[in-house]
């Protein structure tokens, strides 16, 4: 115990010794951290967008309108009679199909209006330009080519979308930003420990003195290297409530106050995946630090 | 107490041996003078009895144990029972007299009390009860190396090593040095001393060892540091 109070003194004297080294640790791992938890952030985020819009992945059988592609739909508008067969076709599925409505023309210019409300498209865009559509609710989203088959070439139907396929394309997107995140935020946490095995090699060289003296009088290897590994964890620790505090950040004015309001129609990450991600990020930051400098001890300040 | 057996060390980038085949046995509580020419070999005898280096043959064997065989661990243990006193001193600018010598205590793990009243009977053994506050940088030479000594003694080890002890001291307060380390090998301590102190050697009249290029020359009972005639 007293051995420990006395490890602790000249870990807070060889801190403040070694400040420029110290500033320069922490703030490293708070930037590397921050980056880290970032990366890890969007991953969450994706997950939750994943989550919530997987649930609610639809076939749309888009039917012909005013607008649509003559070659789509060499008869013009959809008849009522086109409609009701089309509607049979994908009923006669049968258990494959969870759920089916129809959404008309204006029914989703409410709901383009509603997803749009802060975005000057809303102006270049009329009712009439929206196709009305059937939305199909698989049981199992993999079906998607059944459906396709049953109805892609009936009369009236001028487009089968999956949006699977279409959200598949944006997390992919999203995946590939993550990846650059993670590996920037990967060759940062390399810069940290290289950092700080640095710092703990010229500290264990400015303090040869100390340690040969204690070597000498037969201080044994852990009280000689528990000080420069304490100040290590305790440089990563502040560093590491840093990158924590930009997290929360993050959480609060980006996400909560910024994204979220402008992007109503999709789920943000929560403050459970935050506070995760806080606590991984914290335990890499520390973890990392406190071994590089306990191997970084272990090698120059031999017996 | 300490025994050599056929004892040679050659360093890694050296091709001349720095001691070789050394056979050697002290007695607890001996007072040993080891003498020779620089680069002769005198502390890397010393070095061999601290554990800092390893014998390239032959055995060193301290209080019937093999030092070459103690486990890497287990060294700073074995350490504890050396005290070792250098010429440079080797004490630590920032604490004062006090704390210099409490030091070898807290880092081994004593208690408190026993730190207090250990480092005070040090440093009246020494003479320096009344510059305990002052710092290593407001001491004389001849005053750091009895900090130093009362450091190498707190822990009343058995065995003090000094490697030329006196080297940067004037002769007054070399004999001054002398007169307290035999003091303490009167305590029954016993005290191996590297020199090229000529003066202090003839003076003292203890048993001498002489090293030339790392071969044993000489181990005169009550020696003196040439030859005498
Ligand atoms: N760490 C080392 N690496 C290589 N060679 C060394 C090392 N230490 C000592 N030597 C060599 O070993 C030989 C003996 O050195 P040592 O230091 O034991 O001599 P010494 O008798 O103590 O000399 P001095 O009186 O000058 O202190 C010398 O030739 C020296 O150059
Ligand atoms: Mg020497």
């Given at each position: 115990m007293r051995r420990l109070m006395l490890a602790l003194a000249e870990m807070w004297h060889g801190l403040r010794r070694n400040l420029t080294m110290t500033i320069a640790v922490i703030l490293t791992v708070a930037i590397s951290l921050t980056l880290f938890g970032t990366g890890l952030l969007v991953r969450a985020q994706v997950d939750a967008m994943k989550d919530y819009w997987y649930d609610r992945v639809e076939v749309s059988v888009f039917l012909c309108g005013k607008a649509s592609d003559p070659k789509a739909c060499p008869g013009g508008p959809v008849t009522d009679a086109q409609r009701a067969e089309i509607k049979a076709k994908i009923v006669a599925l049968g258990p494959k199909v969870q759920d089916v409505y129809y959404e008309s023309s204006q029914q989703a210019y409410d709901h383009f209006k509603q997803q749009f409300k802060n975005s000057p498209i809303l102006n270049n865009v009329?009712?009439?330009a929206l196709p009305e559509s059937f939305r199909v609710k698989l049981a199992n989203p993999e079906d998607f080519a059944q459906v396709a088959a049953a109805v892609a070439t009936s009369p009236g139907v001028e487009q089968v979308q999956d949006q699977r396929k279409l959200l598949e394309k944006f997390f992919k997107l999203l995946g590939g930003l993550q990846a650059i995140a993670l590996g920037i935020a990967i060759a940062m946490l390399l810069v940290t420990v290289l950092l700080v095995v640095n710092t703990m090699r010229v500290a264990a060289y400015s303090r040869r003195n100390a340690t040969g003296i204690m070597k000498l009088v037969g201080a044994s290897n852990f009280y000689i290297r528990l000080p420069f590994v304490l100040e290590a964890v305790v440089a990563a620790g502040i560093g590491g409530l840093l990158a924590v505090g930009a997290l929360a950040a993050e959480k609060v004015f980006l996400v909560d106050q910024i994204l979220q309001p402008a992007f109503r129609f999709t789920a943000f990450v929560g403050w459970q995946a935050v506070v995760e991600v806080m606590i991984i990020v914290f335990l890499t930051g520390v973890i990392l630090a406190g071994g590089a400098a306990w191997l970084t001890v272990r090698r120059y300040l031999r017996v | 107490m300490i025994r050599f057996e056929g004892v040679s060390k050659s360093y890694a980038r050296k091709n001349a041996a720095a001691l070789t085949d050394i056979d050697l046995s002290i007695d607890g509580g001996e007072f040993v003078f080891l003498v020779g020419a620089s680069g002769s070999g005198k502390s890397t005898f010393l070095r061999l009895l601290l554990c800092e280096e390893k014998a390239t043959s032959g055995k060193v064997i301290v209080n019937d144990k093999d030092?070459?065989?103690?486990r890497r661990w287990k060294v700073p243990a074995y350490r504890r029972q050396i005290g070792a006193v250098f010429q440079d001193f080797r004490l630590l600018p920032e604490k004062n007299v006090e704390q210099n010598v409490a030091f070898a205590l807290e880092v081994i793990g004593e208690p408190r009390a026993k730190v207090k009243t250990a480092v005070a009977d040090a440093l009246e053994i020494v003479g320096l009860a009344d510059l305990s506050q002052r710092r290593p940088g407001q001491l004389s030479g001849g005053e750091q190396q009895r900090v130093a000594i009362a450091r190498a003694f707190v822990n009343k080890p058995p065995l003090i090593i000094a490697d030329?002890?006196?080297?940067?001291?004037d002769p007054t307060t070399s004999l001054d040095i002398m007169r307290l380390l035999d003091r303490i090998n009167r305590t029954g301590t016993t005290v191996i001393m590297a020199t090229h102190d000529a003066a202090v050697v003839d003076q003292m009249r203890k048993r001498v060892v002489e090293l030339d290029a790392g071969r044993m020359v000489r181990d005169q009972v009550r020696g003196v540091y040439g030859y005498a005639g």
């Open positions: 009329t009712a009439d | 030092v070459a065989k103690i030329e002890p006196t080297g940067n001291l």
